[in-house]
């Protein structure tokens, strides 16, 4: 398992991409109802990163809410997105993923220069 850092967006910053958002997706493998996305501008000094910052289903409840407590605290922004079960239906879970990645970017309130997912690559013109 590859832990987490700050690496790609220190060199993505030293090249002059400053606003940085990441999202990733919650849901997809679920056998109904809706999927999720999250997505966080972390600041330009970035935080040193915390132990709990790593896959989710890895960690228990109470460390899920811990790194919640962290990410909140540490971030410029940050937002949920939501794609409904019906909207699943309609274009298939994948482009319901990106739906929901799409809305969580746009409720944060900046707008990002970049935006870096882990899970699939997001199509061009995606923004």
Do not use: Y
């Not at 002059?16 to 501008?41: C, K, L």
């Not at 319901?96 to 970049?114: K, N």
Request: charged content about 20%; overall charge positive; hydrophobic content about 50%.
């Amino acid at each position: 398992m590859l832990l987490p850092s700050f690496a790609h967006e220190r060199r993505l910053r030293k090249s002059g991409v400053i606003v940085i958002a990441g999202t990733d997706e919650a849901g997809s493998g679920a056998w109904a109802g809706p999927v999720f996305a999250g997505a966080a501008i972390f600041p330009t000094k970035l935080p040193r990163l915390s132990p709990l910052l790593r896959d989710s289903k890895l960690l228990s409840p109470t460390q899920r809410e811990q790194a919640l407590a962290w990410i909140t605290s540490h971030v410029e922004a940050w937002a949920v997105g939501q794609a409904s079960a019906q909207e699943i239906d309609a274009l298939n879970i994948r482009q319901a993923g990106f739906l929901a990645m799409r809305r969580a970017i746009e409720g944060l309130g900046i707008v990002p220069e970049l935006v870096l997912s882990d899970g699939f690559k997001l199509p061009l013109g995606w923004l």
